[in-house]
């Protein structure tokens, strides 16, 4: 399933992917780390295992 979640920022550089799972587990991801400009994709990929960030954003 594909979705396009409300991202913000959470501190300067950063922003962050909160969620929580069906089984009720909380998840906080950097989904992007930049300077002073934000800019690019980030592919956040979920499984019943894990949780994996692929950054392409500065």
């Known amino acids: 399933m594909k979705f396009a979640p409300q991202l913000k ?3 300067e ?3 962050s992917l909160a ?5 009720g ?4 991801k ?6 002073e400009y934000l800019s690019g ?3 956040v990929t979920v499984t ?8 392409e954003c500065m």
């Open 9 to 11: 920022r959470s501190g």
């Open 13 to 15: 550089g950063v922003v």
């Open 19 to 23: 969620f929580t799972d069906s089984r």
């Open 25 to 28: 587990k909380t998840y906080n």
């Open 30 to 35: 950097t989904v992007c780390g930049y300077t």
């Open 41 to 43: 994709n980030s592919y």
């Open 48 to 55: 019943n295992e894990n949780v994996t960030v692929k950054e």
